[in-house]
């Protein structure tokens, strides 16, 4: 199994007036932009992407819709409640188990809880790797994900996803 960790884009400013539920807050248009590129460059890394699975919170969901239509997975855009902030990383992994060994899978979250996660998944204890807004990591497993039994292929920031993103374009 592959995972590939990303941090949702970037987000309008808390505003309870404008978004009272702070689950219902957005990606900024720019970050759409931002993010649609960086998203495009994971996807040249990882081009045989099978899942997508998201927080349930509308920015988290916008960037898997965005990685929806960069990448055309054979499952997209399930909602997964243990990728919100303060989520549990077990059910994250639980979840996990009932997918196929040899897939590659997307999980689209937040911080420091997708930074947790991969301290799990890397070391098996939730030390913080954190992701900046839209930037991801991809972890390799021999078979199904396993606490501490992760090997990381790249950590890379949106800056460069989106350079990656770029490479090979004729502008």
Known sequence: MRLLLIRHGPA????????????????TDKGVERTREALRGMVKLEPHLTHILHSPLARAQQTASL?????????????????????????????????????????????????K????????????????????????FESNAVAGAGELRWFLPPRILRHIARRGRNT
């Not at 309008?12 to 990606?27: C, H, I, M, T």
């Not at 960069?70 to 499952?75: G, N």
Request: glycine share 12%; net charge negative; charged share 25%.
């Open 12 to 27: 309008g400013e808390r505003d309870p007036l404008r978004w009272p539920d702070d689950r219902d807050r957005p990606l």
């Open 67 to 115: 990685l929806l239509e960069e990448a055309d997975p054979e499952h997209g855009g399930e909602s997964l409640e243990s990728l919100i902030p303060g989520g549990s990383w077990r059910r994250t992994l639980i979840a996990l188990e009932s997918l196929p060994a040899q897939s590659v899978v997307a999980l689209v979250g937040h911080e420091p809880d997708l930074g």
């Open 117 to 140: 996660l991969a301290g799990v998944l890397l070391f098996g204890a939730p030390r913080a790797l954190p992701l900046k807004k839209a930037g991801a990591c991809s972890i390799d």
